[in-house]
């Protein structure tokens, strides 16, 4: 991970988009699943399975509370 990032405390939601857009990355606090939807994926949703604790490259608009297992999530967003 290199350059500037700003971050943003996660509460996963089902039904609300991270507040600041699509984020660039995650950190994950506590080793689990991550359910979310990425920019291009419309409502069908994917399965980071046992992320864990660190910094993952993922694009994710939407971090669903049901399914996600994780905790103590990071959004991550490239300071541009």
Not at 28 to 39: A, C, L, Q, W
Request: charged share 10%; hydrophobic share 40%; aromatic share 8%.
């Amino acid at each position: 991970m290199s350059g500037a990032y700003t971050s943003v405390a996660v509460t996963p939601a089902d039904g609300t988009d991270l507040p600041n857009g699509p984020c660039d990355w995650i950190y994950v606090g506590v080793t689990g699943d991550v359910v979310y939807y990425g920019p291009a994926t419309g409502s069908t949703s994917l399965t980071l399975k046992a992320a864990a604790v660190g910094y993952h490259p993922i694009n994710m608009k939407r971090i669903l509370s049901t399914g996600t297992t994780a905790t103590n999530i990071l959004a991550l967003h490239d300071v541009k």
